[in-house]
């Protein structure tokens, strides 16, 4: 890749961030991507992803946000789209209870259509709420503790671990796909949403370096 073309990075991971509707997922894609927060946010019809590139021990990441539309009428549609994802955050909103208890769901559904080797991060959205707060941190702890995840409470509004939480999962799944037992995915860039690779021809990419995961099926 020649320099001042395109943008360069040694791997490219797609992450995508599921809960329910209005737990802040959009804010927390603008928020890490382009350090933007709108309390205006409209709900997600469908899918829309965003990138941004980090660095992480010495490597840059490229990593390709996914944000899916958390209405029931679009979980049929959005379920494709966890195909691929080497990463994904399961959000809730700590003031509402009812967000929290949809998590055994989505993680369910998230379990039953990713890669079994999925890095899952249980992420507590609107700390900011903190004195409206309906979830408990020891509780969510518990959780995610019983269900092997990570967990981490952040803040769209105000930014407090936002950076933090995408840079510890991608570092998470940067140490799983270093390890010599898993065989790097090799990826370009990814088509547009809806258009499908077939795994058996992966993009050729220079010096087989630009390992992660685009829209792989």
């Given amino acids: 890749m020649s320099k001042g073309s395109q943008e360069e990075y040694d791997y490219l991971y797609k992450i995508v961030l599921i809960g329910d509707s209005g737990v802040g997922k959009s804010n927390l894609l603008s928020r890490f991507t ?6 205006e946010t ?7 992803f965003a990138t941004r590139t980090i660095q992480t021990e010495g490597k840059t990441i490229k990593a390709q946000v996914w944000d899916t539309a958390g ?19 399961l959000v809730y909103d700590i003031a509402k209870q009812a967000t929290y208890k949809s998590v055994e769901r989505w993680l369910t559904e998230l379990r039953e259509n990713a890669d079994r080797n999925i890095e899952i991060m249980l992420v507590g959205n609107k700390s900011d709420l903190r004195h409206l707060r309906e979830v408990s941190t020891d509780e969510a702890k518990e959780f995610s ?8 409470e952040t803040s769209a509004l105000d930014s ?21 037992s898993h065989g790097p995915i090799i990826s370009d860039e990814p088509p547009a949403p809806g258009v499908q690779i077939d795994p058996s021809e992966p993009s050729s990419t220079q010096g087989g370096q630009k390992s ?5 099926n």
Avoid: D, W
């Fill in 34 to 39: 382009r350090n933007e927060f709108s309390l």
């Fill in 160 to 180: 407090s671990n936002v950076e933090l939480a995408f840079q510890n999962i991608l570092t998470q799944i940067y140490h799983l796909m270093s390890r010599p």
């Fill in 145 to 152: 503790e019983k269900h092997k995840l990570t967990f981490i």
């Fill in 71 to 89: 209405q029931e009428r679009y979980r049929a549609i959005t379920s494709a789209y966890y195909r691929g994802a080497v990463g994904a955050l």
């Fill in 42 to 48: 409209k709900s997600t019809i469908g899918v829309e």
């Fill in 212 to 216: 992660g995961c685009g829209m792989c």
